[in-house]
């Protein structure tokens, strides 16, 4: 497991905390539009390591 990517996630989710408080819990509008931005590059973060995944697969399968 690459706990590089692990990390990567796991940070980016973390620096959401603040906006989702300010959102759900103080009605902030700006803050939902920081997080819609950051949910699409969590989106593109998971794309990657999707991707990173399957070809991983793919050469160890290959090596075999």
């Known amino acids: 497991m ?3 990517r692990y990390t990567e996630l796991i940070q980016h ?4 905390k603040d906006d989702f408080e300010k959102f759900y819990a103080k009605g902030k509008n700006a803050a939902g539009t920081r997080l819609r931005k ?3 590059e969590l989106r593109r ?3 990657e ?3 990173e995944i399957q070809a991983i697969k793919v ?5 075999t």
């Open 45 to 47: 973060l998971a794309q």
């Open 59 to 63: 050469a160890r399968k290959s090596e």
């Open 38 to 40: 950051s949910l699409q």
């Open 2 to 4: 690459s706990t590089d």
């Open 49 to 51: 390591i999707r991707t």
């Open 13 to 16: 989710i973390e620096a959401m």
